[in-house]
């Protein structure tokens, strides 16, 4: 089983580059992946697929999880400058 959580329906490109894909629920489309997405706080800003994992646990941040360097890297998305990118637990 993979990290993807949601089905991808529609995507929607970003400003940096990122394609951000979204399920297309009833209530509206929700986000559920980023491809192409900028990994914050890692040192050399690699780019990856990140997978959203959970619903949205505060009003900034949703859960999600990426591969790197295959290794699972848990964190969460958030929003700045209009820009979504994904910021690692653990990583400085």
Known sequence: MG??????????PQDDGAVL???????GPTLSKITNCRIDNFPDK???TVYI???????FTI??????KD???RG?????DGMIY???????
């Open 53 to 59: 994992t959970g619903d949205a646990d505060a009003f």
């Open 86 to 92: 994904f910021h690692a637990y653990g990583k400085e």
């Open 71 to 73: 290794k699972t890297v």
């Open 46 to 48: 690699p780019r990856g």
């Open 21 to 27: 894909h979204y399920a297309d629920w009833i209530g």
């Open 3 to 12: 990290l993807q959580k949601y089905r991808a329906d529609s995507n929607k």
């Open 63 to 68: 859960p999600a999880a990426m591969r790197y």
């Open 76 to 80: 969460f998305v958030t929003s700045e």
